[in-house]
């Protein structure tokens, strides 16, 4: 199988050379990777262009800055490396963050996936960050001396990233089929595309499959800087995702109740109560995900 890699970057001079040369060193070398700068402001241009001129696999494709947007911003700017190529002929699109160390049999590992399981719709193995409770931006744990392309894990310093289960394809390394990313009509430029697509490819008949025996390095833990705004951007995923309010209150409470938060609760139906954009979503998507989400609810109780 042919494998697109697109990699959205913005401000990534300190990951992005372990990220590329971790693909640069893959077993399986049928791919094409395309870096999308958008309008960094360091050295990240300089660093890509490097591995473009020693590699003919990586392109780069250069951009003004975009609008910041969580969520939103990171699909423009992969859609924007997906329309410098033509992709029909390839097999597999990947989306994989920057600050991604990938180990060197990771692409053999999805392959095989896809190559043995017709229905694998959305692909990817485990995530896993530096242990970080004692600086949640991570940066000052870093060594400066560490070889990020061994796996081996033998103090156990690299952890799970505890934010959703392992069945969960992350958005820091979702690999799509090529007909399954069709049948979705691509990424949705929202704030929890990287929800909506699982559910998108279920709808489809698709199965949502994670590794969970091989890992990645993500080098900084996932929207650290977004933590004291986590409750209203729920509110927003929320419905952005489709839920009615029964299912937000459901979903919001599970959350609150997770993090030790009554006001969390309030915080995120509040948000969720004041949006008024019209969803990215037809009216069947939304049947399907509130049907989707109601049984799953139903079953954790056995019904």
Same mark, same amino acid.
């Given at each position: ?9 913005h ?6 050379s372990?990220c ?5 060193n893959?077993?399986? *070398? ?13 050295r ?26 969580p ?12 329309e ?25 590992r ?19 960050i ?12 870093r ?32 690999a ?9 009509n ?25 590794i969970?025996?091989?890992w ?10 977004y933590?004291s ?5 729920l509110g ?10 029964p299912l ?27 949006? *008024? ?13 509130r049907n989707?989400?109601?049984k ?8």
């Amino acid at each position: 199988m042919k494998f697109l890699i697109i990699i959205p970057a913005h401000n990534e001079e300190n990951n992005i050379s372990q990220c590329l040369e971790s693909i640069k060193n893959q077993i399986f *070398k049928d791919f094409v990777c395309v870096i999308v700068n958008d309008g960094s402001i360091d050295r990240t241009s300089e660093i890509t262009n490097n591995f473009k001129v020693q590699d003919s696999r990586f392109k780069v494709l250069d951009l003004e800055k975009s609008e910041h947007s969580p969520g939103a911003k990171i699909v423009r700017t992969f859609n924007k490396g997906l329309e410098s190529l033509d992709w029909k002929g390839l097999d597999v699109i990947c989306k994989y963050d920057a600050d991604i160390v990938f180990p060197r049999n990771y692409l053999e590992r999805i392959n095989q996936v896809f190559e043995t399981n017709p229905k694998a719709g959305i692909v990817s193995g485990l995530v896993y960050i530096k242990k970080h409770k004692q600086n949640p931006e991570i940066k000052n744990l870093r060594n400066p001396n560490e070889n990020w392309l061994d796996f081996s894990n033998k103090n156990h310093e690299w952890i799970f990233e505890d934010l959703s289960s392992r069945n969960h394809v992350r958005g820091p390394v979702k690999a799509y089929r090529k007909e399954c990313f069709e049948d979705m009509n691509g990424l949705r430029t929202v704030l929890g595309w990287d929800n909506l697509d699982i559910l998108l490819a279920k709808k489809h008949g698709w199965d949502i499959v994670t590794i969970k025996d091989i890992w990645v390095k993500h080098l900084r833990p996932t929207a650290y800087k977004y933590k004291s705004q986590k409750a209203e951007k729920l509110g927003q995923y929320f419905y952005n995702i489709g839920l009615s309010l029964p299912l937000a209150i459901i979903s919001s409470a599970k959350s609150s109740f997770k993090n030790h938060s009554a006001k969390e609760f309030f915080i995120t139906i509040k948000s969720f109560l004041k949006q *008024k954009d019209q969803r990215n979503l037809s009216q069947e998507e939304i049947k399907f995900i509130r049907n989707l989400r109601w049984k799953e609810f139903f079953k954790n109780f056995g019904l």
